[in-house]
């Protein structure tokens, strides 16, 4: 199959996520129900990626859900996006869950941790997040090992960056340097403006 | 790491992996530094895409039960804010402004138009501030409107007024006394055009009276359904309508 190509490099998202967020902070159940729609795979998808356990994914993808109904009147633009304010919240949501468990569980072994696998058995089918899969796996590849390594333990694995420091045995300032070095090379080659 | 460069703290804060401590700190530079408060919108962007290529499938029983969830859920009010932003945020979809309100109308449509300019100067006196309320208005609006007619059948164990402004082109709903839907259920109010079927919005869960004004022009509707939905309502009826109104002639 052939590379997609991307005519417009920002993710397909219903351009009227944010005015649902403002019906929904006006208690308008309807239009919770229609961000529901868009936004509730990405939730799960990302609360998966990191916990990877079915049944707590989707449990804390419903706390995270009704926190959005709950919270919407005190979302302002200055925060992002609607979608970003969204799955910014779901994603700290989802490294609460694993740092809680993790604190009391005993910690995955160094080998376990370098291995990671984003739960990819159960994708959307759409089109557009197809095309952001895709794009977001090239755009990945154009960091370092060290940055790649670094982005993902943090972002996939919700490890802290002293973690990720003991994780990679890399000194805490070179870490810092690789998440943002990582970030800044994925925003670019992704496109991102905010 | 006191003596470190707060500057280098954004792409870890942006991933959520400061402890908590550390990210407290960090939030406190970020309400005086323009740089970082530019990159960590950019990467926080960036981690977005991370999310939206994460995408999967979700079980149609965790829509159903987030859904319902929200029915018995109170929002956050827009909180320790200033005052203009607590004028703007104040909510005409819900709370006890909208239930006020819904009673007064309903007495309005009861008792005629003196009822109407009462309610008007109610309005004026209690929600002149709360200067969101143009749906309130445009619901008064319909209620008053010199080509204002209304239609009334029972349903449900109660009534319903339906009243149309063909001047307006908008409907208002009024419930007296309906039995509330079953637990984690709506009533969702529809305009029938032709075969097409338009939501015009639900109706406040476990209220038997309230009033509602119709999403949405009234257009060619010949007749107005009322059937019972899932929470958050859906795209098109699932259920046959409790009651249909004619459009009043
Ligand atoms: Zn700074």
Same mark, same amino acid.
């Given at each position: ?55 707590? &994914? !989707? *449990? =804390? ?5 009704? $926190?959005?109904? %709950?919270?919407?009147? +005190?979302?302002?633009? #200055? @925060? ?43 994708? &959307? !089918? *759409? =089109? ?5 899969? $895709?794009?977001? %796996?090239?755009?990945? +590849?154009?960091?370092? #090992? @060290? ?48 | ?249």
């Amino acid at each position: 199959m052939k590379e997609p190509v991307f005519i417009d490099s920002r993710p397909v998202v219903q351009p009227d996520l944010q005015r649902l967020l403002h019906a929904v902070a006006l208690g308008d159940q309807e239009a919770f129900a229609a961000l529901y729609d868009a936004v509730a795979g990405s939730v799960l998808g990302v609360v998966r990626a990191v916990l990877r356990d079915r049944a707590q &994914s !989707e *449990e =804390v993808a419903q706390e995270v859900l009704v $926190e959005v109904w %709950r919270t919407a009147p +005190r979302y302002r633009s #200055e @925060l992002g996006t609607a979608v970003n304010w969204i799955l910014t919240l779901a994603h700290r949501r989802a490294v609460d869950r694993v740092r809680s468990v993790e604190a009391a569980a005993a910690r995955d072994t160094r080998a376990a941790l370098l291995e990671h696998r984003t739960a990819y058995d159960e994708v &959307s !089918e *759409e =089109v557009e997040s197809r095309l952001e899969r $895709e794009q977001v %796996r090239r755009c990945l +590849r154009t960091l370092t #090992e @060290l940055q790649r390594q670094s982005v993902t333990l943090a972002y996939y694995r919700g490890l802290t960056y002293r973690e990720v420091a003991e994780a990679l045995a890399l000194p805490l300032g070179t870490v810092k340097t690789r998440l943002r070095d990582g970030l800044v090379r994925l925003r670019d080659c992704l496109g991102v403006t905010a | 790491m006191t003596t470190t460069d707060p500057h280098a703290l954004t792409g870890a804060y942006a991933l959520h992996a400061l402890d908590g401590r550390e990210a407290a700190a960090f939030e406190r530079h970020l309400a005086g530094c323009d740089a970082c408060g530019q990159e960590v919108a950019e990467f926080t962007a960036t981690t977005a895409r991370l999310a939206l290529a994460s995408t999967v499938r979700t079980p149609p029983a965790m829509r159903d039960q987030v859904l319902r969830r929200v029915t018995t859920v109170r929002q956050t009010p827009p909180g320790a804010a200033p005052p203009q932003r607590v004028r703007r945020g104040v909510r005409r979809g819900g709370g006890p402004v909208r239930w006020a309100l819904a009673a007064s109308v309903a007495a309005a449509v009861a008792f005629g138009a003196t009822a109407v300019w009462q309610y008007e100067r109610a309005e004026d006196a209690r929600l002149r501030a709360a200067q969101t309320q143009r749906q309130a208005e445009a619901l008064a609006e319909v209620l008053a409107a010199p080509d204002a007619r209304s239609r009334s059948a029972r349903m449900a164990g109660g009534a319903g007024t339906l009243v149309v402004s063909p001047g307006r082109d908008r409907a208002v709903f009024v419930a007296t006394g309906m039995s509330p839907p079953p637990r984690g259920k709506v009533y969702q109010l529809w305009f029938a055009d032709g075969e097409e079927m338009r939501s015009a919005g639900l109706m406040a869960p476990g209220r038997g009276s309230q009033t509602v004004l119709m999403r949405g022009p009234v257009g060619g509707a010949s007749d107005v359904g009322i059937t019972v939905e899932p929470a958050g309502g859906s795209k098109q009826p699932t259920s046959e309508p409790v009651a249909l109104l004619d459009m009043p002639a």
